[in-house]
């Protein structure tokens, strides 16, 4: 009988199974569709990002001798549907059964279950892609009160044999090295250029315009910096390894206003659309400290691997776990709308200035500009989560569902109330100002609370405590922040008070 197998545009794993031989009664397809285009505004180069190598990934198929249908967003045959279009093969070339991987998606993961339905025989596979299987996460935490990240992050490490010694015991002697890293940038310490691949996207961009495809955020049409195929993911993974590796995690927080990635591999995108995998990432990786120890410290490589096999699985895990109810979450009943700069950039705010033009540039962003600057400043600002979450989905080239809204409503917006997070992400222009240089040329004031140029995160942040004294004021990890507030006089917090009131009511002309 014949069999049908799609492959969703963030399954674009060549190492799958799937793959390993080649099947003459099976037909793999693949679509560009319009909905998927339109659940939300997405930054230009993300469309044409997933595009560009979902078309390679297909061709790669080709090649290698598999029978592969493609949709084009605009061919004529094109239903713009999942359903439409798997039913129109069905029919037309009497096909008996529907295959395809899980998605990491809960809206595609119900999607294809009913569509699977309407096929007399079907089958679901894994991805092959992540290092845990979709409910590992929640079986790990099953009983515990509290999903702590560090000691999944140690069970990954024991499990999966990495960064530890044949007893099991931490390679360098310790878990975590944040004490080492996370320092301002030295002003020394070579910066260097991001690896981009320059190509020509002038015509896909023309589809785009002819579709009338929504979308935001800027191209360069002449040079589309992201990669494309395994051949440039790995590229860019050398290319972290040899330039970027000796400093990451020492600068893992740093941000500067005249570099946008400083050490970051900026490998999430590939990552994400599973063109290569934690796997190879973190052993590549490993294998490269190894060769020079002399010269790269186990901080920075125990610093990253802590993301990937940490941080990322872990976030795909909680996904699986929390949803659907996780989209809902308000715990602090936030109902704001986002400013008007955030679309173009347009903002006195320095630090802000520059991470959010960044994003539209690049439709990238460090963590910690993601983190401590917009979402820390979405947070003290009381904007709805959903708003903070349609445009972090939107914006960055590497948002896919289940690793931006835990994230974003998650870790950034503390919207959960403390799955993700212990506690709520937020700062003063102290730590912005610790950890970058916008502030010097800021039109703001770091160093005032109120008054005539005062800088806004300042009377935001004292305002956000105490707004929520009577949600937060229980937690253990804030306490210390209570007392400090204590100790404000009366006089001087009515001062914040009201200088946090003028701002909140003229978002737009910050
Ligand atoms: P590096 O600093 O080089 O880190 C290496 C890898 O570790 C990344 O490629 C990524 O795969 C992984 N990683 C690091 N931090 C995290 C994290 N917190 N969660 C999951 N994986 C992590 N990441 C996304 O991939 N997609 C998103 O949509 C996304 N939205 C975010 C929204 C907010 C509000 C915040 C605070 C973070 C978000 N992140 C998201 C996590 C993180 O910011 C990005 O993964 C990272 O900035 C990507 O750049 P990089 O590849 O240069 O990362
Ligand atoms: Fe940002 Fe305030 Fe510093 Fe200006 S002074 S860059 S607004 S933290």
């Known amino acids: 009988s014949k069999t049908l197998r799609l492959i969703l545009g963030d399954q674009l794993n060549l190492q799958h199974p799937w793959f390993a031989d080649k099947q003459k009664d099976v037909t793999y397809v693949m679509m560009e569709i319009m909905p ?103 079986d790990f935490f099953r009983g515990k009160k509290q999903y702590l990240m560090e000691n999944f992050y140690r069970y990954m490490r024991k499990k999966h044999q990495i960064l530890v010694d044949s007893q099991l015991n931490p390679i360098g002697g310790q878990w975590n090295f944040d004490a080492e890293n996370r320092k301002k940038y030295d002003g020394k310490t070579s910066l260097k250029e991001p690896l ?66 400083l050490f970051h591999s900026r490998l999430s995108f590939v990552l994400n659309l599973k063109i290569i995998s934690p796997s190879e990432v973190v052993q590549q990786v490993i294998k490269y400290w190894e060769l020079h120890q ?107 569902e289940w690793v931006q809204i835990t994230n974003t409503r998650g870790m950034s917006q503390f919207a959960d109330g403390g799955i993700v997070g212990s506690k709520p992400y937020v700062s003063s222009a102290n730590y912005i100002d610790k950890m970058s240089n916008y502030c010097k040329s800021c039109f703001y004031d770091k160093g005032k609370r109120h008054g005539s140029k005062a800088c806004p995160f300042n009377s935001l942040y004292w305002n956000f405590y105490m707004e929520h004294e009577e949600k937060l004021k229980n937690n253990q990890r804030v306490a210390m922040m209570y007392k400090l507030l204590e100790k404000i006089e009366p006089e001087e917090k009515e001062k914040i008070t009201e200088q946090a009131k003028k701002y909140l009511e003229s978002l737009n002309s910050l």
Request: with cysteine; charged share 25%.
């Open 294 to 400: 002399h010269s790269i410290t186990i901080a920075q490589v125990e610093g990253f691997t802590r993301q990937v096999i940490g941080w990322r699985e872990y976030m795909r895990g909680i996904y699986w776990v929390e949803m659907p109810a996780f989209k809902e979450k308000n715990f602090f009943n936030y109902s704001g709308t986002l400013p008007q700069w955030f679309w173009d950039g347009k903002v006195k705010m320095n630090c802000l200035k520059h991470c959010i033009s960044n994003s539209l540039e690049n439709a990238y962003a460090h963590h910690i500009q993601r983190l401590m600057v917009i979402g820390n400043f979405t947070l003290l600002a009381g904007i709805h989560p959903t708003e903070v979450d349609y445009w972090f989905l939107g914006t960055y080239a590497d948002a896919v």
């Open 196 to 261: 981009l691949f320059k190509r020509d996207v002038t015509e896909l961009v023309a589809v785009l315009d002819k579709m009338e495809v929504p979308y935001m955020g800027e191209i360069n049409k002449k040079e589309f910096d992201y990669p494309v195929g395994r051949q440039e993911a790995f590229a860019l993974l050398d290319y972290f390894c040899e330039e970027l590796l000796p400093a990451f995690g020492t600068y893992e927080d740093a941000m500067l206003k005249e570099h946008v990635t």
């Open 36 to 138: 998927e285009q339109l659940y939300v505004k997405h930054h230009i180069q993300k469309i044409i990002g997933f595009f560009l190598n979902m078309r390679h990934f297909a061709l790669s198929l080709k090649q290698q001798g598999h029978h592969v249908i493609y949709f084009y967003l605009d061919s004529t045959e094109n239903q713009q549907d999942f359903k439409e279009n798997l039913l129109w093969l069905k029919q037309k070339l009497n096909i008996k059964k529907l295959e395809y991987q899980l998605p990491d998606e809960l809206r595609l993961d119900e999607t294809l279950k009913e569509i699977q339905k309407d096929f007399k025989e079907s089958k679901v596979y894994d991805t092959h892609h992540f290092l845990t299987s979709r409910n590992e996460v929640r």
